[in-house]
């Protein structure tokens, strides 16, 4: 079945510090990928996406790269804010288009201190 | 507008009780999703629903969960004989499904605790 892994936390970053948070996953055929964000006291929200292999995901300085050949979906951002703390999970759905039932990963915490 | 509501934000009931979460999804949405997130964990899929009916109920884990939408509206996710594993946060999700715009709007969620 699909399945997404990723790094565990927490993570803790200084501010204006770069983030690499590490994703990888297992799908058949050619999976949608997506980063969601949990902000403290508020739902989970599509920070991001990529629908198919090479295409770059952004939003709001993060960006993820989906690579078919590593089954990778890393997120970066070159300068972390601490309003960036929250919790990122790391998902897929099987098909780009119509329903889609979307596999999550476990979530990796970041923590931004001034 | 409105986002995706949940009702109540927070339930506590004793082992063996029947209960109901409500979710209100984004109006004109037509696709809804259950999600059930434990401690630490990724939300996991339950049950899908596109219009008034269930299209993909094979995340529900056993026939004490029901979930039904009526009008194709609201919908509400009913568990039977309630068990400590079953304490969990449960998220619910709307879409509005069209072409190039299957994004899923979350709500924030309903706790649940099973004593």
């Known amino acids: 079945g699909n399945s997404v892994t990723q790094m565990e936390g927490p993570v803790t970053l200084s501010e204006e510090a770069f983030l690499t948070i590490n994703c990888t996953y297992t799908a058949t055929g050619y999976p949608s990928l997506f980063w969601y964000v949990q902000y403290p006291g508020e739902g989970l929200q599509l920070l991001l996406k990529a629908t198919k292999a090479d295409d770059k995901g952004s939003n709001k300085g993060f960006e993820a790269t989906y690579r078919k050949e590593t089954t990778s979906f890393h997120l970066e951002k070159g300068s972390v804010q601490v309003s960036d703390s929250a919790v990122y999970f790391c998902?897929?759905?099987?098909?780009?288009?119509?329903?889609?039932?979307?596999?999550f990963g476990t979530g990796t915490k970041l923590q931004v201190i001034p | 507008g409105a986002g995706v509501s949940q009702t109540p934000s927070n339930k506590v009931t004793e082992k063996g009780k029947y209960v109901e979460l409500r979710c209100d999804p984004i109006s004109g949405h037509t696709a809804l999703y259950w999600y059930r997130q434990s401690l630490g964990q990724g939300p996991e899929f339950l049950i899908y629903f596109q219009g008034t009916g269930a299209a993909d109920d094979s995340g529900l884990p056993n026939d004490r969960f029901f979930a039904v939408r009526p009008e194709g509206s609201v919908s509400t996710l009913k568990i039977q004989r309630t068990e400590r594993g079953d304490s969990a946060v449960y998220l619910c999700?709307?879409?509005?499904?069209?072409?190039?715009?299957?994004?899923?709007?979350f709500g924030p969620g309903t706790r649940l605790t099973v004593l």
């Open positions: 998902a897929l759905s099987p098909n780009s288009g119509g329903y889609q039932k979307v596999t």
């Open positions: 999700a709307s879409s509005p499904e069209v072409a190039g715009r299957n994004e899923q709007f």
